[in-house]
T-cell receptor, first 109, second 114 residues
Framework: KNEVEQSPQNLTAQEGEFITINCSYSVGISALHWLQQHPGGGIVSLFMLSSGKKKHGRLIATINIQEKHSSLHITASHPRDSAVYICALYTGTASKLTFGTGTRLQVTL | ETGVTQSPTHLIKTRGQQVTLRCSSQSGHNTVSWYQQALGQGPQFIFQYYREEENGRGNFPPRFSGLQFPNYSSELNVNALELDDSALYLC?????????????FGQGTRLTVV
């Protein structure tokens, strides 16, 4: 079993829909990243969080440390949000990121 | 847009050759991590450099080696290239110490080994 599981693996939504991507993990963490990867390959960090909730524009990330679960929400989705969304963990004092399998999001008009 | 740049962006090499990939770090960051992302898969940790010393290594053979320079930029070297080394190589810059900072990624170097 992977240390980090994401769901769904693939998601298609219509423009304007509210989207939720989930990340569950089985290890202790010190922080969690939500990342966005476009087809060109480059990765953009959306959030790093270790507790509670963060919001940036139409994006909201939450984490529940006790339940070992994080969610990324996109409000009023837009075709430009189409990308792969990845959660990645810093585990304990380790300095490397452990990546989830990614969620491929396609937003259509 | 981050201050992390990788060069080159694309590269084609022949099996058995050697390659050097470069990564500049974000201003104020002292740590660079390298990841290999095969097509359709998630990134895998290769190694990390902190203040010019290797600070953790993933499950990669010794022909994957690296350096970090005093300005905290970094190189990834791969010797005796194999076809399976074809992948996107990503570097991530961050700062470690009393406060862990967010990681910023470069745009990646796509290596094709033929």
């Amino acid at each position: 079993k992977n240390e980090v599981e994401q769901s769904p693996q693939n998601l298609t939504a219509q423009e304007g829909e509210f989207i939720t991507i989930n990340c569950s993990y089985s290890v202790g963490i010190s922080a969690l990243h939500w990342l966005q990867q476009h087809p060109g390959g480059g990765i953009v960090s959306l959030f790093m969080l270790s507790s509670g909730k963060k919001k940036h524009g139409r994006l909201i990330a939450t984490i529940n440390i006790q339940e070992k679960h994080s969610s990324l929400h996109i409000t009023a989705s837009h075709p430009r949000d189409s990308a792969v969304y990845i959660c990645a963990l810093y585990t304990g004092t380790a300095s490397k990121l452990t990546f989830g399998t990614g969620t491929r999001l396609q937003v259509t008009l | 847009e981050t201050g992390v740049t990788q060069s080159p962006t694309h590269l084609i090499k022949t099996r058995g050759q050697q390659v050097t990939l470069r990564c500049s770090s974000q201003s104020g960051h002292n740590t660079v991590s390298w990841y290999q992302q095969a097509l359709g898969q998630g990134p895998q940790f290769i190694f990390q450099y902190y203040r010019e010393e290797e600070n953790g290594r993933g499950n990669f053979p010794p022909r994957f080696s690296g350096l970090q320079f005093p300005n905290y930029s970094s190189e990834l070297n791969v010797n005796a290239l194999e076809l399976d080394d074809s992948a996107l190589y990503l570097c991530a810059s961050s700062s470690w110490g009393r406060l862990r900072t967010e990681a910023f990624f470069g745009q990646g170097t796509r290596l094709t080994v033929v």
